[in-house]
Structure formats: C-alpha cells, structure tokens
C-alpha cells in the first residue's frame, strides 16, 4: 500500500527526519487557511498516488492569496492521469542550495534491502543513472546483521562531500532505514532532500509503501487499505479474499492461480477480450467460487465466462459446487466454459456439467478458449 | 537421478496438523513419497495419517532421519519455524505459504545461504519427480517420467506445462516451482545450473511471468554455460502497467519486467521462446524430447 505524500511525511517526521511546516485541504478555504498559519509563498500539492506529478501539472507555487485560490481552484476535483485530486498538501516553500536523493528499496535478486543515495535531486534516480552514474552510491544491507549509522557514513563518503553535510545526511539515512524496518516498507524516497541555505537538509518530498503482506503487524497506525482501492470491484476482490483487475473487455475470468490468469488473459487477448483478470490464490472453497462468481457478474455486458483452476492445493470439487449454486440461483443465460485439472478433477467435471458449464479436459489453455471462441460466436 | 529429491529423501510436514498440512500429507504419500514425520508444536505425541507428529524440528530429526521439510504454516510464523528448521539441520526446505512479509523471506535467504541449505518458495508449489516422490502440493495426475526439466514461478502453470508435455508424451525429470515472490529463496539460474548437471535432464522449459529480473539474469547464466537446449514462456503480457497480478513478484514498473523485455534477453540467448503455452508440444517434438 503506497501512502499519500501527507501521509509518509507525518510518518518520517515522527521519525525524526526533518520535514517543511505544511498542513492538508481539501477545499480552498482550507488552503487558505493553512497558507495563512505558514505564511507565502507556499507550495501547492495534488496528493494522487502516481508518480510524476509535477511534470503532469499536480505541484504548484502560490505567492499571494488570488494565486492561491486560483491554483487549488483548478487542482482540487482535477484530474492528474485518471486519479481525481481530492486534496491539496500546502507546505512552505524554501529557499534550495541544493537538491539530494536518498531511497531505499529491495532488491528482488540478491534479497537485500538496497540504499542509494546521490548528489543529483529532484530528478528520476533512474535518468541520474544513465547520465551521471559517478553522482550515485548505493549499498546492500545484509538482512542479518542490519544497518548502522557507520555504513551511511561510508556510503556517503563515496560521493565526496564535506564533513557537516555528511554527518547531518547520514543521520537522515539512518532514519529513513529505521522507517524502513518499522514500517516493512517495500520502499522509502526522499526526492529531493533539500539543503537549505544556512545548511540544513529538509526533506521536501515523501514516498513510502508498505507491504500488504505485513500490514497487521506494524505497530503504527495506517490509513485502511481496502477504502484506498479506488475501483469499487477491485475493491470487493479484496474483501473476498482474491485478486481483481479491472479491464475493459467483455469475456469474464476465473483462475486459481496468478501465472494462470495471466496467461489465460494473453490467449483471451489473441481473438477477444478479457473483462477482468481475477485469481483466488490458494484459498477456493464452495463459498469463494460462489462469490467470485457473484463478482465476475457484476459487468453487465459480458459475453461468456471462462473458469480455469487446478486442483492442486485448491479443493476444486468443492468450488464448482459454488459456480453450480450460483448458476441455480440467477439463472446466468451466457456461456461458461471450464478447464478444471489435477485432485478430484472427475468430480468436478460432474458437477460443472450437471449445471450445464461447458468443460474442457485438455491442458492447453489454448484449447478451452478455442471453445470460448466458438460459443461466443467467433467474432471479436 | 533427478534434482533437489529422489526417491530416498525423507520428508517431515510442518503444520501437518492444518486443515492444507493434513490433505496434502495423504496426497505425498499416495504419491509415495517418504513423509516419515510432522511437526506442530504442542501437538506432539499424535498422529496424521499414520504419520508421526513432534513438537519439534530438532525432535522430528532425531527420530526420523529427515533430511527435507516442506512448510504449511501460517505465514506469519514462517519466519520462526523457518530458521528453527535450518537449525534442525535440514538440508531442502520447501516453503508453500504465500503471503509472507517481505522483510521475513530477505532474513529467511540470507540465513539459507549463510547455512549452505537450499530453499524454494515463498508462494511455491515444491518439487515433483515424477514416479518418485514430490514435495509440495503439484496434482500428480498431470505429470509422466521422461527427461525434461521444468521450472516455474508459477504454481498452477507448471502444472499446465507438465499436462501439455504429458499429453503429447513426453514425460518430465523434475517440475520445480521456485516461487513467486520478489525476493525468492532460490533464483531461477541457481535451479537452471542443478538441471545442466543432471544426468537425467536433456532439455528445460522456463515458465516465467512479468516483474523482476529473474528472467533476465537466467538469460546471463544460459549464453554462458548451460549446453542444454532451453524453452520459455512469459506469461502477463496484457498485464497492466503498475498493477500486482496476484504474485507479489508480478508488477511491471516502467521498462523493466516486461515481457518483451525478457522475451530479448531470453532470444539473445539462443533459448526459445514459445508465444503460448500450447507451442510447447511443437517444441518437445522438434528436439525428439521424452
């Protein structure tokens, strides 16, 4: 779960990293409002959980009271690649002497947390990379033995700095990994963190995403994940318990697994249109399948359904007598095709018949689609 | 021979007591596969389907001779009975729970590598040679003997994979699934190096999907060592950008983990990549594969 920008920067503040005087509004008033506490100029900014704000026009200066009730005017109910503007973060503006950038991320392959830290802010650490590289030190923690202010220092070193930016950087990073533990963040960033004039350092942006995996465990509290989920059927995948995208096709899709789906959605894609990608993880029962079914349904326009699941740790048998119930229930008039293998497949092959779904013993995805394609008339 | 297990590894089930640890206890033994214990602190003493239950790893050990463990505990104590288990002595450890903090699996890597012991998973099916034995949860009805490899992120699409291979007859040395985690306990071109030495593999199939970079540093390990021929699939590729398909490991962001992008690396490499999974047949057929 990625955090709003008020949001991580609450957080990094209760950590001890030093963040500008701000406040949130959700309406003009409150903007000026808060401007008024922290005194113009101020920085207005769209809190959207997408990257690239700035460049997309989400991040603006207001110098007065007029420009500031014109910029949150336009900002607030905007929209910035798709996601409504629904508050503004008004903070001060400061005087910059130069721009910094630290995160820490994971490292998928070596398994390691990774800290990068450069001389080179406010730009993608990814573009600094290509263009500067020699600007960029970075470091793996060993997950065993944990990480210590004397590694930010060395790390720091690398990039030739002066004795006081470095110490006052280190204890940053040294925060910044202590949020990140405390938090089971998937990453931390601060981009920029800023030098002010007199030489302190003040980070001006937040980023922090937590790990879903985790959440009941992190002691400090979090904003709920499930009202963050925008889209109301991909927010109902949640609350039962699998993973719902929402796409814009017309063909329905059931799998037990991810890889699954996501190849079955890739062969739906060759000759039609899948109208979501869903999978249960290893959780099917009766009730799960009855409910996934009751949410595949929830589009109106769809075509045919195509249910494929393996019985490997996923007790097939008892989720088609769910799809069962639910044919029963709603009496659904389009075609369901399924591929259902592995434990007690003979069983619930039975069962999908009896309640007229359309099952496929083959392998090959490739072939019930085939199937798919025929029922629904063969046409795109 | 095979990789990982033969028909001689001992086995022990931790959370054999669980409502998944008990079902597939039935299913690895009726596969015959030597389960010769289980292990659910406080439940010592009982049995599971006539299989011995202790309260230890340590214990199970000492009584049994196990030498592999495969994981049905919930994923919030898997980090504990993980490193319990390496304690034990344990050498293989199959870890099946999905849904493991991150921050846990990156302790439980660093530990199996300090240990020198070998894991998969997080969020794996386990190992299947067929014939022999598995550890794990793989429906065994999919898969026949033969002499190709397997690996997968993917649970459900390895079995896919064996059912295509197994239906056109040819058969499979060891289906591993090596997770779908961001971080795993094992990357792919470690399990890619065990297949080129094994005397009972001719030729492997890689079964990946969109996120990370496993793909890519297998494709490395392939151009400058592996002599077997190599076939894959990536799957995910109407993924939209920036969202989690299910894995946690399945998230595209920006140009890296793309499928074209692993498609290249893999090409590059000289290993074939199939478009779809139902090419596999062709595939297996044209290098006169069993």
Not at chain 1, 298 to 322: C, Q, T, V, W
Not at chain 2, 65 to 74: E, I, R, T, W, Y
Not at chain 2, 83 to 108: C, F, R, S, W, Y
Not at chain 2, 222 to 231: D, L, N, R
Request: a negative charge; aromatic letters at 6%.
């Amino acid at each position: 779960m990625r955090l709003h920008e008020f949001e991580a920067a609450n957080v990094f503040e209760a950590m001890g990293i030093p963040v500008p005087r701000r406040g949130i509004a959700g309406t003009v008033e409150e903007a000026l409002l808060v401007a008024g506490e922290i005194g113009y100029p101020v920085m207005l900014k769209s809190q959207v959980l997408v990257g690239g704000r700035g460049l997309a026009g989400g991040v603006k200066a207001a110098y007065n009271e007029e420009e500031l009730k014109e910029i949150a005017e336009a900002l607030l109910g905007s929209e910035i690649k798709g996601l409504a503007v629904q508050n503004l973060l008004v903070t001060e503006k400061v005087d910059i002497s130069k721009e910094l950038y630290v995160g820490i991320t994971i490292d998928g392959y070596s398994g390691k947390p990774v800290i990068v830290a450069s001389t080179e802010g406010g730009v993608s650490i990814e573009k600094t990379a290509h263009t500067a590289p020699e600007k960029i030190a970075s470091f793996h923690v060993d997950p065993l033995f944990g990480f210590y202010p004397y590694q930010a220092r060395t790390l720091l070193r690398k990039l030739g700095l002066g004795q006081n930016l470095l110490i006052a950087w280190a204890d940053v990073i040294s925060r910044l990994y202590h949020t990140f533990c405390e938090y089971e963040a998937l990453i931390v960033e601060i981009n920029p963190l800023v030098v002010l004039p007199n030489g302190r350092l003040l980070a001006v942006d937040a980023v922090l995403e937590v790990d879903n995996s985790a959440l009941s465990r992190i002691k400090h509290p979090l904003p709920d994940w499930l009202g963050r989920i925008e889209n109301p059927l991909e927010r109902k995948g949640r609350e039962i318990g699998v993973t719902y995208v929402d796409l814009d096709g017309d063909i329905g899709l059931i799998s037990s697994g991810a890889g699954l789906g996501m190849a079955s959605m890739d062969i739906i894609g060759e000759k039609m249109r899948p109208a979501n990608f869903l999978e249960t993880g290893g959780g099917i029962t009766e009730d799960l399948l009855h409910k996934c079914m009751e949410l595949v349904m929830m589009k109106s326009d769809l075509r045919a359904i195509f249910i494929n699941i393996y019985g490997g740790i996923n007790p097939i048998h008892e989720g088609a007598k769910g799809v069962a119930r639910y044919i029963k229930e709603h009496g659904v008039k389009i075609p369901i095709v399924a591929k259902a293998l592995g434990n007690h497949q003979e069983e619930t092959w039975e069962i999908f018949r009896s309640a007229g779904v359309h099952v496929v013993t083959e392998a090959a995805t490739e072939k019930a689609v085939e199937r798919l394609f025929e029922l629904v008339g063969g046409s795109k | 021979m095979s990789i990982l297990m033969d028909e001689s590894t001992r086995v022990i089930v931790q959370g054999i007591t669980g409502r998944i640890g008990s079902i597939q206890t039935h299913w690895m033994l009726v596969y015959g596969t030597k389960v010769v214990g289980g292990v659910t602190p406080g439940k010592g003493g009982s049995t599971v389907e006539g299989v011995p239950v202790f309260d230890s790893v340590e214990g199970a050990v000492k009584e049994t001779g196990a030498n592999a463990s495969v994981f049905f505990v919930p994923a919030a104590f898997v980090l504990d009975a993980f490193l319990e288990t390496v304690d034990a002595g344990i050498k293989l450890i199959v870890v099946v729970p999905e849904h493991i903090p991150i921050h846990d699996v990156m302790k439980m890597r660093a530990y199996a590598i300090e240990k020198g012991i070998r894991a998969l998973g997080p969020t794996t099916p386990g190992i299947l040679v067929p014939g022999k034995g598995k550890i794990g949860i793989m429906p065994a009805s999919l898969f026949a003997q033969g002499r190709v490899g397997i690996i997968s992120r993917s649970g459900t699409l390895s079995y896919e994979f064996a059912g295509i291979l197994s239906e056109s007859r040819v058969g499979q040395s060891t289906v591993v699934g090596m997770g779908a985690d961001h971080v795993v306990l094992t990357n792919l071109a470690d399990i890619l190096r065990l297949f080129e030495e094994d005397g009972a593999t001719d030729a492997v199939i890689i079964v990946g999907e969109v996120g990370g970079e496993q793909e890519e540093r297998a494709a490395r390990f392939i151009h400058e060592k592996m002599t077997k021929p190599v076939a894959a699939y990536i799957a995910g590729r109407y993924s939209p950008q920036g969202k989690q398909m299910g894995h946690a490991g399945a998230i595209v962001r920006g140009s890296a983990g793309t499928v074209g992008a692993k498609q290249e690396a893999f090409r590059e490499a000289g290993v074939e990549v199939l478009a779809s999974p139902i090419h596999l047949a062709e595939w297996a057929r044209k290098h006169n594969l069993k």
